[in-house]
């Protein structure tokens, strides 16, 4: 899994078509693209690999590092 973050909706929308033609480059079939026209999140589901592109706001909010965090490992109380 990989999730990075662009600046400007014009921007996310080039990665993810970027990503999705050296994917295709690399035998990969079957990319799915959600969320590619104007959001804040778009989601690239390549099978084995899962690319997540968030503008900063919609990064901080979902955190999706936090959930393969250490902290997962302590039991609250």
Not at 3 to 23: N, P, V, W, Y
Not at 50 to 58: E, G, R, T
Request: without cysteine.
């Amino acid at each position: 899994m990989v999730i990075a973050t662009g600046l400007a909706d014009r921007q996310i929308a080039a990665m993810a078509e970027h990503l999705s033609e050296k994917l295709a480059q690399a035998g990969v079939k079957r990319v799915q693209i959600e969320g590619a026209q104007g959001s804040d999140w778009v989601l690239i589901d390549a099978g084995d690999i899962i690319v997540h592109l968030f503008k900063p706001d919609a990064r901080a909010m979902y955190a999706l590092e936090k959930m393969w965090g250490a902290d997962l490992d302590e039991v609250s109380a």
